[in-house]
């Protein structure tokens, strides 16, 4: 199967920055968009950011101007820049990945969450 492995989370004043950042690994045969969604306490997931593999991106009204993402296809792995840090960005962040893992079986698969905190 497919595992996806998220680094880069933690605890940052309003206005800092953090990158997190995401590998996939295992029975990858292409890898189409990858992104990032967010959940937090009490709330639905929400989209973050995604980039196709031709590095098309699309980011949530909320984050547009402070958040980047990117992607190395050669290393399978997603980053999400994430600049001027508000309080409300705070909230368990997840990787995801839309994979082939043959030419004809595409599955969606979600990293485990990182935690992010944005202190005021």
């Known amino acids: 199967q497919v595992q996806l492995v998220e680094s880069g989370g933690g605890l940052v004043q309003a206005g800092g920055s953090l990158r997190l950042s995401c590998a996939a690994s295992?029975?990858?045969?292409?890898?189409?968009?990858m992104g990032w969604y967010r959940q937090a306490a009490g709330k639905q997931r929400e989209l973050v950011a995604g980039?196709?593999?031709?590095?098309?991106?699309n980011y949530a009204d909320s984050v547009k101007g402070r958040f980047t993402i990117s992607r190395d296809n050669a290393k399978n792995t997603v980053y999400l820049q994430m600049n001027s840090l508000k309080p409300e960005d705070t909230a368990v962040y997840y990787c995801?990945?839309?994979?082939?893992?043959?030419?004809?079986?595409?599955?969606?698969?979600w990293g485990q969450g990182t935690q992010v905190a944005v202190s005021s």
């Open positions: 995801y990945a839309e994979v082939l893992t043959t030419a004809f079986a595409r599955n969606a698969f």
């Open positions: 980039i196709t593999a031709g590095g098309s991106t």
């Open positions: 295992g029975r990858i045969f292409r890898i189409n968009t």
